[in-house]
């Protein structure tokens, strides 16, 4: 407790212009979708209304005081508590400590916890039902859990003791708690579940259990696969390629600089045009997959960067984080500190069901990450015919086993998963193939449904001997090749960089860092700064990963992988600074292809801008960096208010509105009523101008459509600004005036006639959404355990990236800065953090969303590192024991 008994001091609320003091969807929102709870689940209602509610909903709340028994324990572990719930273990053994974490995030998160692993392993229908067979379906085919159980005997022995020590810790909790779903012991959303799903039975934890989700966040992470499928679609639905280029042109280099100057590829050989035209039914079938909706997925990344002392007040380095994932409730993050007699002595955030730390600080390091949009997957298309495949040389035998997927509520459904020696065959995975376990159509032989297979596919280009000329339609399967799929050291990487001292340390484990392919960096108490770009990226003979590539090609194949020692690295750069924000890492001449599908620079430009500008008035301070995190710039918009001011409107009232523009600074506060102006109208102007394209391939805004937008001004006579749905010709003028005007007509239907009175926080709001009961579709249920709606500053690819979707609606927010952490290597205490929500997963705990408000207006709580500190601040101390010894 603090000495006058109040919660610990927020940080203050950044000051500035816009400011007011007080692979669509992501992982989050591609992967739990559920079905209409009815019957059973309205009984909840009953419950909510009844006297028996608070008991119900508190009944699960975990123990954070006293004394409480942990089996296998061989010395007692004490875990402090502040007013944000945060834990702080000590533990006397490593063993004992990753114990503790097991037990301790088990009691806060573990319905988040069950509800990951199901989806890891493709179980989500025996959770809720038949609407999940085809996402678990999917999954199967992905086969995360598969290659997690191969991963784990690769790891190291000692990697594999704490994943089972933890697992100790969880399963314990669970004893404890009780396996019964309707008992309610554990959390509110286990009383919701057993009342839809009475027979379900909590099944102990497995250390694999923890290494699948490293596969999800590989798969939320990917690099470019819906840009691959989109290019390749939009050919075949009849544009150019030189159109195409249009839509996604090459990266700023000369503006926005790359993380390390260093030279890069050459441009790939084509692949002839026919191929992707013939392959276009294959390749939309990918667009009905339950994970990856195809839509634009400009956000998702992260900022992170690291300042040395000849930049800071203090002379000591200073490193800042904010990773951007998909909004979630509870967030993606659990804070807490861990702490033992042994080698880890680490704080920051990991993921619930994943040991240690994965971005944090210890005694001597401090580290951040973003990811690094590496091109880690290739769609191979297979030539197909029956049960073989054609690789260019001889029919091979598809590979093929059947999943069996259980259903709540319904019969269990067979699956065949099929794959080429590149991977399996994601076409094969389309709903319309699936069966349903509701109405499952039945087979003579015993009830099971099989996908269906693309059918009799000719395998060789028509004129081959002996090989008849198919139609078009029916010739290609899709194969992915991914680097996820092989097993890989990941968790060992995590372990020695919480364990790590110096750089060298450092990079050691760095090199281990497999999979999602990131960018690492690096500060430490003696006063050194570095980046590392881990990851394993592929080197391929043929092509650049930007199209789809023939199966039946060798040329096409992957050769090996960039080796650790050629990929980017820096160590105390002159300049004092290194930003990551998703940028192009290295050069135009660097001598491997790492992506050629960059975010476009525009965060990491303004992140050093500000740097230099900050550093300039004296030495950089956390309320800097803060600040920093905090900025909701628009870096697109100076290009395009200034062609928005030259446009003549007369005395209309879009030419009241657009004066709102005048003198804006482009920053994107919640009561700003330009930002409001300008984000409807932008949203109008990609509307109008790229009428061409597709529903599911509108442009969602983000910072490409910056780049794109930007190169139309200069082209006033270019064919795209013509509105093919009018019957006549528009010029750039035309549709400049058209968004204006039709910006003013919604925003005064929505907001009122007066524009000075328009808020953009009106507008762009997040509402946090939990998994499975929070989004069961009915809407007392939801509220139980979602939040919101409530006004959110920034926008996509600002340095506060609350990324919204043009072809969605301002409110349709899928990823945010989800923690943002700021560590001082001079003050051990100084440093600050927040998360997206706050610490614990039981709805209406004080600790489930108190981080919420502090989060959305650029506050902070501090990140205590002193056992002083913590003790003085804990609100709550419980003491885990040995079994016997309570």
Same mark, same amino acid.
């Given at each position: ?40 689940? *309205?009984?909840?209602?009953?419950? +909510? ?29 004490? +875990? ?23 037990? @301790? ?27 999940? @067979? ?9 086969? =995360? ?23 100790? #810790?969880?399963?314990? /909790? ?29 099944? !102990? ?38 159109? &195409? ?14 993380? *390390? ?38 956000? &998702?990344?992260?900022?992170? /960067? ?180 092989? !097993? ?14 110096? =750089? ?53 194949? =992957? ?15 002159? #300049? ?14 660097? !001598? ?5 599908? /960059? ?36 870096? #697109? ?44 109208? =932008? ?21 490409? $459509?910056?780049? *794109? ?10 064919? $795209? ?55 069961? #579709? &009915? ?19 600002? @340095?506060?990236?609350?990324? /919204? ?7 349709? +927010?899928?990823? @945010? ?5 700021? *560590? ?36 902070? &709580? ?25």
């Amino acid at each position: 407790m603090i000495p006058d008994g109040t919660r610990p001091e927020a940080g203050p609320e950044p000051p500035g212009p816009g400011t007011v003091p007080g692979r669509r969807g992501g992982l989050g929102r591609r992967l739990r979708r559920v079905a209409r709870w009815t019957g059973a689940v *309205v009984a909840v209602l009953a419950l +909510v209304a009844s006297g028996l509610a608070v008991w119900s909903v508190r009944r699960g709340f975990p123990q954070h005081d006293g004394r409480s028994p942990l089996p296998g324990l061989s010395a007692p572990v004490t +875990v402090f508590r502040d007013a944000y719930g945060v834990p702080q273990v000590y533990a006397g053994s490593a063993a004992d400590l990753f114990r503790a974490q097991g037990y @301790v995030t088990a009691q806060d998160r573990f319905w988040e916890m069950d509800y990951r692993r199901h989806l890891t392993s493709g179980r989500l229908a025996e959770l809720f039902g038949p609407s999940l @067979v085809p996402t678990d379906a999917f999954l199967r085919t992905l086969g =995360w859990r598969r290659t997690a159980e191969r991963e784990w005997r690769r790891i190291s022995p000692e990697a594999r003791s704490h994943l089972r020590a933890y697992a100790d #810790g969880v399963n314990a /909790w669970i004893a404890a708690n009780g396996a019964a779903a309707a008992s309610g012991a554990k959390s509110l959303e286990y009383t919701v579940l057993g009342l839809q799903n009475p027979g379900y039975t909590v099944e !102990p934890w497995d250390p694999v259990d923890s290494l699948a989700w490293l596969k999800a966040m590989a798969w939320e992470l990917l690099g470019n696969m819906d840009a691959e499928i989109d290019r390749s679609l939009l050919l075949a639905q009849g544009l150019s390629r030189s159109q &195409i280029e249009q839509l996604y042109p090459p990266y700023p280099y000369a503006q926005n600089h790359p993380i *390390v100057d260093v030279p890069g590829p050459a441009p790939a050989r084509p692949v002839p045009d026919d191929v992707w035209r013939e392959a276009a039914p294959a390749l939309g079938a990918l667009r009905s997959l339950p994970l990856r909706t195809g839509g634009d997925t400009a956000g &998702i990344g992260s900022n992170s /960067w690291v300042v040395s002392g000849s930049l800071t007040a203090s002379g000591k380095p200073m490193l800042a984080g904010d990773p951007h994932l998909a909004a979630s409730l509870p967030g993606t993050w659990y804070q807490i500190g861990l702490r033992c007699t042994c080698s880890y002595n680490v704080q920051g955030l990991t993921m619930p069901g994943l040991p240690g730390v994965v971005a944090g600080r210890n005694e001597r390091i401090a580290w951040g990450l973003t990811n690094l949009p590496a091109d880690v997957t290739d769609l191979y298309l297979e030539k197909v015919e029956g049960e073989r495949y054609f690789d260019g040389k001889a029919w091979r035998p598809l590979e093929s086993r059947q999943e069996v997927i259980e259903v709540a509520g319904g019969r269990p459904v067979t699956i065949t998963v099929r794959a080429t020696g590149h991977g399996p065959l994601l076409s094969d995975r389309r709903a319309d193939m699936l069966g349903v376990a509701a109405r499952p159509p039945l087979d003579p032989a015993g009830g099971a449904v099989q996908s269906a297979a693309p059918g009799p596919l000719p395998s060789l280009d028509p004129g081959e001997p002996g090989v008849p000329a198919p139609a078009a339609a029916e010739r290609y399967a899709v194969a992915l090749r991914w680097t996820a799929f092989e !097993p890989g050291r990941t968790m060992d990487a995590l372990f020695g960089i919480n364990k790590a001292a110096n =750089w060298t340390e450092f990079r050691a484990a760095a090199a281990l860092f497999d999979e999602p392919a990131q960018n690492l960096v690096y500060a430490d108490v003696d006063g050194h700064i570095g980046y590392q770009a881990p990851g394993r990226v592929p080197v391929r003979g043929k092509g650049d990963g930007a199209w789809p590539v023939p199966g039946w090609d060798p040329s096409y194949e =992957w050769t090996g992988f960039i080796p650790f020692a050629e990929l980017p690295t820096l160590f105390d750069p002159p #300049g004092g600074a290194i930003v990551t924000a998703n940028q192009a890492v290295a050069g135009p001449s660097y !001598p491997h292809v790492i992506t050629t599908d /960059w975010t476009y620079g525009y965060r990491g430009r303004r992140v050093l801008d500000l740097i230099a500008e900050r550093s300039a008035r004296g030495g950089l301070g956390v309320a800097d960096m803060r600040r920093m995190q905090f900025d909701n710039r628009n870096g #697109g918009a100076p290009a395009v208010v200034g062609a928005l001011l030259a446009v003549p409107l007369g005395d209309s009232a879009a030419a009241v509105a657009r004066d709102l523009l005048k003198g804006w600074d482009f920053q994107q506060g919640t009561e700003s009523a330009a930002a409001a102006f300008y984000n409807a109208t =932008w949203r109008h102007l990609l509307a109008r101008t790229f009428d061409e394209l597709p529903g599911d391939r509108k442009p969602g805004g983000g910072d490409r $459509w910056w780049e *794109v937008m930007a190169a139309l001004l200069a082209s006033p006579g270019s064919p $795209w600004w013509d509105d093919r749905r009018t019957g006549r010709r528009e010029s750039m003028t035309d549709i400049l005036t058209a968004a204006m005007e039709e910006a003013t007509a919604e925003l005064t239907e929505r907001l009122g006639d007066d524009p000075a009175a328009w808020r953009w926080g009106d507008l762009h709001t997040l509402t946090l959404k939990g998994d499975g009961p929070g989004r069961s #579709g &009915i809407a007392p249920v939801e509220w139980l355990f979602n939040r919101g709606p409530v006004p959110i500053a920034g926008g996509g690819d600002a @340095v506060n990236s609350t990324s /919204w979707s043009a072809a969605g609606g301002y409110d349709d +927010v899928v990823f @945010v800065p989800t923690m943002r952490m700021i *560590v001082d290597m001079a003050d051990p205490d100084g440093s600050r953090w927040v998360q997206l929500a706050g610490n614990s997963g039981h709805a209406f705990h004080p600790n489930f969303d108190d981080q919420l408000d502090l989060w959305r207006t650029g506050r902070d &709580i501090p990140m205590q590192w002193t056992r002083q500190r913590i003790e003085a601040t804990a609100e709550n101390v419980l003491v885990l024991v040995p079994t016997g010894k309570g």
